[in-house]
Every structure is written in C-alpha cells, then in structure tokens.
C-alpha cells in the first residue's frame, strides 16, 4: 500500500472519514436505551421516542443485547482476518469499506424504528437485537478496515500520531454534539431522538472517503508482484501474534477497566444528568460544554506532560483526574442538594472540567497505542496484520462493555430508592416506583444512577494501578525493545535509534491544537453564552449588548469579566437585586481555563432564571385558578 498521506490536509481529512459512524454511533451508546425504554427520564423528555413508553421487555432486552454487543467484539477477529488477507484488484481495505457501508447505513435506521409499537415489546425486542447484529457486524467491518490502513497509509511515528490527534479532534466534536448540542436542539425544536437520527443518516457517508484517498490495488502494483512484498498471516497466526504481544496485553488490561467505566458513564450520562441532577435540555449542555470545551488544550498539554513524563504516569493522571470527577454526577445530584440549583451547576462544571483532561487521552490512547504496536511489528517482521490488533482491542472492550452499559446498567437503572425510608424497588417508572412504594414521588431516586459514579471511579483507579505494567512511552525504540524481550532473535536496528520527533514538528503539533480549540471545544462553549445574550437582550429590549462584546468574550481571556458585568447590570435593575460586580471580577480573574468564565455564567444563569420565575409562578396560579 502506498504511504499516500503526502500532504497535510491529506491528513486531516483522512481523520475525519470516521466521523459521521462513529458520530452516529456515539449517539447511539448517548440515547438509544433510554429512548426504547426511558425509565430513567423524567416524564416528557424528547430524548425518549415516546414519552413515558417502554417498547422493549425491560427484563430480557438487556441480556439479548449484551449478547449483540459480545458478538460485536468477537466477529471483530474473522472481519480483521478478512481485511488483513483479502487480496483484490481495487486493494484490500477498500472493498471491505465498500460493501459494507450501505448495510451500516441501513440497518441503524432500523434500530430506531420499533415497528411494532408500544403493545409489541416483545416483538420489538426481536426485531432491535436482529438488527444490532447486522449493523453492528458492518459497522466492525468498516470501520476495522478504516483503521487497519492507517499503519500503511502513514509514514512514521509523528503522522500517526497527528492523525491520531486529528481523529481525536474529531471524536470530540462527536461527543460534543451529541452531548452538548443536541439536548438543546431536541428541547428547543420540541423534537423526538428518533426523528432526529434520521435526519442525521447522510453524515454516515463519510465512510467512503477513504475509497478515494487509501491507494492500494492493482493501479500501485497489488496484487502483482511489484512493490513491498508482505508476508502472508493466517488467521491462526494473526491472533496468536496479536494476543500474544506483552507491550499489546498490558495496554488492553488497562483500557479494558477504562472502558468498562467509560461505557457506563456514556449510557448513563443522559439519566444521570436529567433525571438525577434534575437539569433541562440547556443546562445540560452547560455541562457537557464545561467537559468537552477544553478537551483541544489539554490533548496540547498532554502531550506535552507526555513528552517530559512519559505516556506511562500522563495516562495514569487521567484516570485518576476521571475518577474524582464522576463524582460531580452524585454530589451534584438532587439525592445530594435538593433545592439548590447554582451550586449544583458549579459542582458539575468544575467536574466537568476536571474530566476534560482525560476525555481526549481516552479518545486518542486506543486509537494511537494500537496503531503504533502494529506499525513497528510490521516494520520489524514484514507481517501486516494491523487491523487484527484493533479487532483485538474491539473484542475486549465490546466484551467488557457490554457488561458494563448494557447489563449491568440496564438492569440497575430500573431499580428506584425512597429517600426517606431507604427502600429499594424494580419498577418502570418514577411514578410506578411511588406507587409501588405509596410514597411522594418527589421523594424516589433512580438508584442505578446513583451508583455509576461509584462504579465508574472504582475502574478508573483500578486501571490507573494496572498501567504501572505499561511502558513509559509508544515510541519505535520502545515497542522495538518490548518486542526484543518477547523476541530476543528479532532485529531491532532499524527502530532502535528512532528519533523522529523534531523541533519543526512540535511547533506544527503546537499549531494544530491550537486551530483544533478554536474550531472544536471553544465554538460550543459559545452556545451557552450566545443563549445567555439572547435573553439578557430580551429582557433590555435594547442592543446594551453586543454581538461584538460577545464574541470578544469568547474568544479572549478576561473579556468575559466584562461581558458578564453588563449582563448582571441589566438582570440586577429587572430584578431590583444588587450586581454581583466584586464577586464575578475575583471569579473571571481566578478561573480563565477558558476564555469562558463557567462559574460566574453558572451564577448569571441562576440570576437570569430569577427574571423568569416570577411571570412562570403568574402563568401556574392563572392555570390553577381557572381549573
């Protein structure tokens, strides 16, 4: 295969070919469970398909769809076999991408279309897991031959790891998205998940794009006999290299408990947030603003502490930095403070912002660990088999995954505590958990939800202790001198002296992560403000605001001070309050992370939302009376 990512924008868009499946299916670990079955929601919610209704059998859909999720990972090492071995005329990674992506496309669309309604559970059930298993199977095979090629299409350790970064910079947006943006959109548009998934389908076809830009098949010498010459793995020999690479199984027993925490927290976010925090669509997406906001600078910075301290102790921070942050979701919840709103947003955003530092590491470290062992294995033995090690990766982590978020939590998220009494129920709803209980339901709690955060951080120091087993870095010389270990006949000399990394292109990583905030973490970090000004304006009835001041705030440190100071102004003289003008300069001056201010917007928004309850209480005793 030719090393045909010879340019730079080559490389950034090679990143982004993943973007619109794994966007569809960050979505889909963020919403589905809740939407065929929302539980865990608050009555109403349009992440739901129908509010308040459950089309699956609660108790047997979770068992059937680990089993999907298990067969996810396992069919993960045959499709590997076939990209790794498949021998065309048009190459061997892009006939796989080819065949498989209108089934992709296709079977999700199915997965959120419960054709039998509401009374069919059980016969939705079916259907659901039938096309799990289709979409999940092309899905792999897409994906895997996707990233099977990065090792060939790449030519050393510092495009690999741009590319890395890049398709990081990409995940984030995902996450973004699919967290921060798109609870407002389906709360404000007053639209259904399922609508809105399919209105999202066309961006799955990104996936062809390496069909255009992976150049291998008969046009670059495959599979005649010209060019570089790989040896040929069997199935047999492929997994046994795979599974039995030390530097590899270290690195996947620590992604292993990172993953099991990660997927939980995925699946739950959504309930843990609007059910056990009690936040609307908006609010929501301040929280996941103050997580994914930063996650640009600090990939920058770590690969700068990685740089200095090694991949090793960088990695092992970020787990322990997730580990206390989950926590934000239980301290902050209404179990934990009742009727206090701004300082539950304060303790979501600060964990949030503690979490961010690791949210980019879990996006990359897969992705780049399991390229860069493949790549110096090939480089040192001429056996190219990259896609079985992220085929390995997949089984693990969908095996562990499928314990996690669609076992164990499918199966917690039903239970229900009575905070008063203590006791625990399996029921479908808050209002059926009351009713079972004959208690108020302002006094039932998901309890499942409750105890992610426990679960997720158990994992999350677990895997940090495990990865003291990991090598202090990835580099060639590295994975070179691990495989020398295992193998002490193998020829490391090409690898040994392998100093790749120039001053040239740390200033070019330095620009790239730069660009990457501007165009990724702070653009939604503006939703909220932009939300913030448009009522701010509402209630002045006049432009004392800006569009200018606005993006000024945005975009350099400190400005937001002023911004915030003219808002507190107006809301003070509409609310006959005083303005909190001390208190936002300390906060702006002592939090710049961002150029947003997130704890004194916290308390603005609090104060914003005093404005409206007033006329809310008028408009609530008008429909009372007239009852």
């Known amino acids: 295969m030719v090393r045909s990512l010879d340019k730079k924008w080559k490389e950034f868009l090679f990143a982004f070919s993943g973007f619109g499946p794994n966007f569809m299916m960050v979505l889909m670990g963020a919403y589905f469970s809740d939407a065929i079955n929302p539980a865990a929601l608050t009555s109403g919610s349009y992440q739901a398909i129908m509010s308040g209704v459950c089309f699956i059998l609660p108790a047997l859909f979770p068992i059937l769809y680990a089993i999907a999720k298990v067969f996810d990972g396992i069919i993960d090492i045959p499709l590997a076999h076939v990209t790794d071995s498949l021998s065309t005329k048009w190459g061997k990674r892009r006939p796989a ?21 509401a009374e069919g559970q059980l016969l939705n059930t079916i259907w659901i897991i039938f096309w799990a298993l289709v979409f999940f199977a092309t899905y792999t095979m897409c994906l895997i031959a996707f990233y099977g090629s990065l090792s060939n299409v790449c030519e050393n350790e510092p495009q690999r790891l ?17 967290y921060a943006l798109i609870p407002v959109i389906l709360d404000g548009a007053k639209i259904h998940i399922d609508k809105f998934v399919f209105i999202c389908m066309p961006i799955m076809l990104t996936i062809v794009i390496p069909l255009f830009m992976i150049k291998e098949g008969e046009k670059y010498g495959y599979p005649e006999k010209q060019g570089f010459q790989e040896e040929k793995v069997s199935i047999k020999e492929s997994i046994r290299l795979t599974f039995k690479n030390k530097i590899f199984w270290r690195w996947l027993l620590v992604n292993s408990c990172t993953f099991i925490g990660l997927q939980m927290f995925l699946v739950a976010m959504n309930a843990m947030i609007i059910g056990g925090m009690g936040m609307n669509g908006l609010e929501m997406a301040i929280l996941n603003t103050c997580a994914f906001a930063p996650v640009p600078v600090m990939l920058y910075l770590f690969n700068k502490m990685k740089a200095k301290k090694g991949i090793r102790l ?41 979490g961010s530092w690791a949210i980019g590491a879990f996006f990359m470290m897969p992705y780049h660990v399991t390229a860069q062992v493949s790549s110096v294995e090939e480089k040192l033995t001429k056996k190219n088999h990259s896609a079985m090690y992220f085929a390995a990766n997949a089984v693990v982590t969908s095996i562990v995954g499928a314990i996690s978020g669609s076992l164990i939590y499918e199966l917690i998220k039903m239970l229900f505590i009575n905070k008063k009494t203590g006791s625990i129920v399996w029921a479908e709803s808050f209002e059926n958990a009351a009713q079972i209980m004959g208690a108020d339901v302002s006094n039932v709690f998901n309890f499942g939800t409750m105890l992610v955060p ?27 001198k691990e495989l020398k270990k295992q193998y002490p006949d193998l020829d490391i000399s090409s690898v040994e002296n392998d100093e790749e990394f120039s001053k040239e292109e740390k200033g070019e990583t330095l620009f790239v992560q730069i660009g990457l905030s501007i165009l ?31 993006a000024l705030s945005c975009l350099i440190p400190f400005v937001s001070i002023v911004f915030i100071l003219k808002a507190d102004k107006i809301i003070a003289e509409k609310t006959g309050k005083k303005p909190m003008s001390i208190a936002y300069i300390i906060l702006g001056v002592l939090f710049p992370l961002l150029p947003l201010n997130f704890i004194g917007l916290s308390i603005l928004q609090k104060r914003l939302n005093g404005v409206y309850a007033p006329e809310q209480s008028a408009q609530l005793e008008k429909k009372v009376e007239a009852v």
Not at 104 to 117: D, K, Q
Not at 317 to 345: D, E, H, R, W, Y
Not at 529 to 538: D, I, N, P
Request: hydrophobic share 55%; aromatic share 18%.
């Open 97 to 117: 991408i080819l065949v498989c992506s209108i089934p992709m496309i296709i079977s999700f669309a199915m997965l959120w279309w419960p054709i039998f309604g």
């Open 520 to 550: 990724s973490g702070f653009i939604f970090g503006f939703i909220w403000t932009a939300f913030l000004f448009r009522e701010v304006k509402a209630i002045a009835k006049q432009k004392v605001i800006t569009p200018l001041w606005w």
């Open 314 to 354: 960088t990695y092992q921070t970020c787990l322990i930095s997730f580990a206390v942050s989950i926590m934000s979701f239980f301290l902050g919840s209404k179990f934990i403070i009742p009727n206090n709103k701004a300082l539950q947003m304060v303790i979501g955003c600060v964990g949030g912002v503690m």
């Open 454 to 480: 426990f679960i997720v951080a158990i994992f999350c120091i677990l895997g940090a202790i495990i990865a003291r087993k990991m090598p202090k870095d990835y580099t060639p010389a590295a994975v070179g």
């Open 162 to 178: 741009r590319v890395s970064s890049y398709k990081s910079f990409f995940d984030t947006i995902s996450y973004c998205l699919v």
